[in-house]
């Protein structure tokens, strides 16, 4: 093979790899808008994240919601963005290694909220403001967390879409819920590389090498790492969707509603 013929056949493995839905854009045009970060909540002082409160606020306010779901150790989906319950609940166990009524006593950050379940959620939310769902696992690949998901969300009536770091997990709402809005998180590729325990598939996921197996809707992206050249090149190519994680400024808020469109943002309140 030339040189040529090389270079040509890396840019089309290189393009089969990293391109999203063509679709996306035309899919998420009804999720455009804000999305309280775990809710609308305070950094934990009297209104923790992914709290009963911190949505109830959101939904008050008219912002969409961005939550996090786990696998209980009886098979329900809690409401925690953490593996632990240590940061939030001060307690050194898994939400995996307890079942729903067990987590449903934990309270959170000293105060009298405690884990929701996933369908207590959506009930209080009811459709009033749109969700995104991202879907935790403990171990990549694993999709229990997903399919718990489609069981709850297949009945409710209010707009919804899913996100997850785990590939798989999208891929599984891109193979079995094919008209479910999908998106890909991922990160800088300085912070997958000095993360502690980081692993390859961390790196793929961070230069945006794993959309041959979700092909997202949208592309969930640190927006303080737009930097990465590969991130630029498939906007720059593509057009996708684009998420912006976690906005913490009205200033970057109001900057960005120029070039996303869905703004995760958190510890201010943006003019909608």
């Known amino acids: 093979m030339g040189i040529a013929a090389a270079v040509l056949a890396f840019l089309l493995l290189f393009l089969f790899l990293v391109f999203p839905n063509p679709r996306g854009r035309e899919r998420c045009r009804a999720f455009r808008g804000l999305y309280a970060h775990r809710g609308l909540h305070d950094g934990n002082r009297e209104i923790p994240e ?16 961005e939550l996090d779901v786990r696998l209980t150790q009886d098979g329900q989906l809690a ?5 632990s319950l240590l940061r939030l609940c001060g307690r050194e166990e898994y939400v995996r290694d307890l079942t729903m009524q067990e987590l449903s006593a934990c309270r959170l950050a000293g105060t009298e909220e405690t ?21 935790k696992a403990d171990r990549l690949g ?12 297949r009945d409710y009536r209010g707009p919804w879409c899913v996100e997850s770091f785990d590939p798989f997990a999208v891929r599984w709402f891109r193979k079995h ?9 991922a990160d800088d590729p300085r912070r997958s590389r000095e993360k502690e325990g980081s692993t390859r598939g961390e790196w793929l996921l961070s230069y945006l090498l794993v959309h041959f197996l979700s092909r997202p809707d949208f592309i969930a992206y640190n927006y303080k790492a737009e930097g990465n050249p590969v991130f630029r090149l498939v906007r720059a ?11 913490r400024s009205p200033a970057d808020a109001e900057a960005l509603k120029t070039t996303h469109d869905l703004i995760i943002f958190e510890a201010f309140r943006p003019e909608k």
């Open 177 to 185: 819920v094919p008209q479910a809005v999908r998106g890909q998180l």
């Open 237 to 247: 190519l593509f057009h996708p969707a684009l998420a912006a994680w976690t906005v």
């Open 142 to 153: 694993d999709t229990k967390t997903a399919e718990q998901a489609w069981a709850l969300l």
């Open 50 to 65: 992914n709290s009963r409160a911190a949505f109830h606020l959101a939904v008050e306010a008219g912002y969409g919601i």
């Open 115 to 135: 884990v929701p379940s996933f369908a207590e959620v959506l009930s209080l939310v009811d459709g009033r403001v749109p969700l995104i769902v991202e879907i």
């Open 79 to 83: 409401v925690h963005h953490d593996a």
